[in-house]
């Protein structure tokens, strides 16, 4: 079992910066592949950034890709994401989430991840 807590949403101008923190309890931390994912009101749960078991690979969605940047200390158990020059459709409820098994091609997909957090909401003001 592995829990997961979200911390660092809050409002924001558009062109402005957050970050995101997630930090891991319960099993070897490095043993998961952890991402990324959010949910606007009205819209299906998307992908958003993947980082390998330590961190020497990564994946971002095509929206994100240049302005987000997933990081993760495996000492301290924490996964991060830096997002810079958000923007409004930036605002959603961001989730950490991890899963154990390897940095496949199914890294994109929700169902692959086991253990989720409970969210934090990101608002981008236009």
């Known amino acids: 079992q592995v829990q997961l807590v979200e911390s660092g949403g809050g409002l924001v101008q558009a062109g402005g910066s957050l970050r995101l923190s997630c930090a891991a309890s319960?099993?070897?931390?490095?043993?998961?592949?952890m991402g990324w994912f959010r949910q606007a009101p009205g819209k299906e749960r998307e992908f958003v950034a993947a980082?390998?078991?330590?961190?020497?690979?990564?994946d971002y969605a095509d929206s994100v890709k240049g302005r987000f940047t997933i990081s993760r200390d495996n000492a301290k158990n924490m996964v991060s994401l830096q997002m810079n020059s958000l923007k409004h459709e930036d605002t959603a409820v961001y989730y950490c989430?991890?899963?154990?098994?390897?940095?496949?091609?199914?890294?994109?997909?929700?169902?692959?991840?086991?253990?989720w957090g409970q969210g934090t909401q990101v608002t981008v003001s236009s």
């Open positions: 980082i390998s078991w330590y961190g020497s690979s990564t």
């Open positions: 319960g099993r070897t931390f490095s043993n998961y592949v």
């Open positions: 989430a991890a899963q154990g098994r390897n940095f496949g091609s199914n890294r994109r997909s929700h169902r692959e991840y086991l253990y």
